[in-house]
């Protein structure tokens, strides 16, 4: 495979898991974003969809972000009746984020950002080595 093509390749799979993880840093600073009043709905938890998309130019395939989806799971209920947007029954809708979740996929991201990254050091190191050769 082509230096060159592996480093776009590997520059897409960044961009596209950089993406991700603003997305999953947003989810976490909303995570306690309640609604304002009873009937309204609170922070719902964003995804991100990604596709493989062929690139003509360098005849391979590389990722991008196909869509940002919101999770369409319940919200979880929490007992506040003083609250401004608790129910009759004193119930508020929590978001459906689960912190824990959010870190584990963040984490999931980190890690493939950083592999990208270690093939384009890599691909850089070889095309450096064989400019070096051909002197």
């Given at each position: 495979?082509?230096?060159?093509?592996?480093?776009?390749?590997?520059?897409?799979?960044?961009?596209?898991?950089?993406?991700?993880?603003?997305?999953?840093?947003?989810?976490?600073?909303?995570?306690?974003?309640?609604?304002?009043?009873?009937?309204?709905?609170?922070y719902r938890r964003k995804l991100v969809a990604f596709k493989n998309v062929l690139d003509r130019q360098l005849n391979a395939n590389?990722?991008?972000?196909?869509?940002?989806?919101?999770?369409?799971?319940?919200?979880?209920?929490?007992?506040?009746?003083?609250?401004?947007?608790?129910?009759?029954?004193?119930?508020?809708?929590?978001?459906?984020?689960?912190?824990?979740?959010?870190?584990?996929?963040?984490?999931?991201?980190?890690?493939?950002?950083?592999?990208?990254?270690?093939?384009?050091?890599?691909?850089?190191?070889?095309?450096?080595?064989?400019?070096?050769?051909?002197?």
């Amino acid at each position: 495979m082509d230096l060159v093509k592996s480093i776009n390749i590997s520059a897409a799979g960044m961009q596209a898991q950089g993406t991700r993880l603003r997305v999953i840093s947003e989810n976490i600073a909303n995570s306690d974003s309640l609604a304002e009043r009873p009937g309204e709905q609170p922070y719902r938890r964003k995804l991100v969809a990604f596709k493989n998309v062929l690139d003509r130019q360098l005849n391979a395939n590389r990722v991008k972000i196909d869509k940002f989806l919101t999770d369409r799971g319940q919200f979880p209920k929490k007992y506040e009746p003083s609250h401004p947007a608790a129910d009759a029954k004193g119930y508020i809708e929590m978001p459906n984020v689960k912190p824990l979740v959010e870190m584990m996929d963040m984490r999931e991201a980190q890690r493939s950002y950083e592999a990208n990254l270690s093939v384009i050091e890599v691909s850089k190191r070889m095309l450096m080595r064989t400019i070096d050769l051909l002197r």
